[in-house]
């Protein structure tokens, strides 16, 4: 009976450990849940301006500090999110929200611009392929300071500024949330912090 429990054992480790590396793979496609702190620095002073409107939209300008927390200067990729997102409601606060919504995010933007890097396919229920945005981005290299094309140097504080702009349209949604993504020259994601901006539909 030993015997059988202990080969019993050791053939379901094999299984448990390429379970966990397949998760491992598909982490990156799904950005974390949960706001991400860390000590290494804080980010603080976030602001959002919106400014006098211009013939092509409504323009959103972020502002925040980024300050440092140790005694050596460190090198991050930064990346600065814009969007419109649906809110998912229930009947009462007893229920699970539905997440049946194809269209979560209405609108979206991006610092570094590159809207491409927030795009993943995704299988809907019949196994069709479509396109999604996920708030994390595919290369976190590009999350560079675009003055030096370099990582951001972080030796006492900096000062973080980007405008994001919401053109007019048909079925206009203003940005209603602001994501803030830090990542250190590892490209391991130290601060993640999801912020409200109060919503305007026309």
């Given at each position: 009976m030993k015997r059988i429990l202990t080969l019993i054992i050791i053939m379901l480790f094999?299984?448990?450990?390429?379970?966990?590396?397949?998760?491992s793979q598909k982490d990156k496609t799904i950005f974390p849940?949960?706001?991400?702190?860390?000590?290494?620095?804080t980010v603080k002073n976030i602001s959002f301006n919106k400014?006098?409107?211009?013939?092509?939209?409504?323009?959103?300008?972020?502002?925040?500090e980024v300050e440092n927390g140790i005694n050596a200067p460190q090198n991050l990729y930064i990346?600065?999110?814009?969007?419109?997102?649906?809110?998912?409601?229930?009947k009462s606060s007893f229920e699970s929200p539905s997440l049946?919504?194809?269209?979560?995010?209405?609108?979206?933007?991006?610092?570094?611009?590159?809207?491409?890097?927030?795009?993943?396919s995704q299988k809907d229920?019949?196994?069709a392929e479509k396109k999604v945005y996920i708030k994390y981005p595919k290369n976190i290299k590009a999350g560079v300071d675009p003055k030096t094309g370099k990582l951001y140097l972080l030796e006492e504080s900096i000062i973080f500024r980007t405008?994001?702009?919401?053109?007019?349209?048909?079925?206009?949604?203003?940005?209603?949330?602001?994501?803030?993504?830090?990542?250190?020259?590892?490209?391991?994601?130290?601060?993640?912090?999801?912020?409200?901006?109060?919503?305007?539909?026309?």
């Open positions: 094999p299984v448990v450990g390429f379970s966990q590396g397949e998760q849940v949960q706001a991400v702190t860390t000590k290494l620095f400014l006098i409107p211009n013939s092509e939209g409504e323009v959103l300008e972020v502002e925040f990346f600065v999110i814009a969007s419109y997102e649906s809110s998912y409601k229930t049946e919504d194809p269209n979560e995010i209405k609108f979206i933007k991006a610092f570094p611009e590159d809207l491409s890097n927030f795009e993943y229920k019949s196994g405008k994001f702009l919401s053109q007019y349209r048909k079925n206009y949604y203003f940005f209603n949330e602001i994501t803030v993504l830090i990542f250190d020259e590892g490209e391991n994601l130290l601060y993640r912090q999801v912020f409200k901006v109060k919503e305007k539909k026309r």
